[in-house]
């Protein structure tokens, strides 16, 4: 009897393809974030958001706190706080939630640097509201030798080591634009 192991299924696998060519829109939407025009930035991660959220893509839930950050640097807070809780909703609903935690987190002391006290406290509130009774901490990322790139070699978007995906020790995997990024050691 032949033995075979089993392969896993998932992330490995999804090496094996190509990666998705990178859409217009979202390389002009993080080319517009990076030269600061946030209004403009916003309006097109928003309607990114959307389109992933209509065609049930993991990107949705990443686009939707882009745009969000992007709508409170262009000052319109309360938009953006709806995209952000839209975000992590999505995070919560697709079952990531050590992303969900982990970005909360993030997101409610960005709110809080930025002089957001009332806004911080409300994410907060909705980020317990949203995780399950009794689940876990976020904790520490497991601390790697890898470094990421600051933005996607692909895409142009900001990367966060803790808020990606690992495809292996050194490789991740935009959560934008869903192309591998190679760290350097
Ligand atoms: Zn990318």
């Given at each position: ?6 392969r ?7 090496r ?26 916003a309006?097109a ?16 839930a990443?686009l939707?706190?882009q ?7 262009a000052?319109?807070?309360p938009?953006?706080?709806g ?17 969900a ?7 409610v ?8 006290t ?13 995780l399950?009774a009794?689940?876990p ?11 990421l ?9 900001p ?22 990024v190679r760290?350097?050691?």
């Open positions: 009897m032949a033995f075979f192991r089993r896993p299924l998932g992330r490995p696998l999804r094996l393809f190509p990666p998705p060519p990178v859409p217009p829109k979202l390389l002009q939407a993080n080319r517009l974030l990076a030269s600061g025009d946030y209004p403009a930035a309006e991660l928003e309607q990114l958001a959307q389109g992933a959220e209509r065609r049930g893509l993991p990107q949705a990443p939707y706190l745009a969000g950050h992007a709508r409170i640097l000052g319109d807070t938009t953006g706080m995209s952000l809780r839209r975000g992590l909703a999505l995070f919560v609903y697709t079952g990531r939630l050590q992303r935690h982990r970005a909360g987190e993030r997101i002391a960005e709110l809080r640097a930025r002089g957001l009332a806004e911080a406290e409300e994410m907060a509130t909705y980020l317990w509201s949203l399950p009794g689940s901490a976020a904790g520490p990322e497991p601390s790697r030798r890898t470094r790139p600051t933005h996607c070699p692909a895409c142009g978007a990367l966060r080591p803790d808020e990606t995906d690992w495809l292996d020790e050194v490789t991740a995997e935009c959560p934008y634009c869903g192309s591998p760290g350097t050691e």
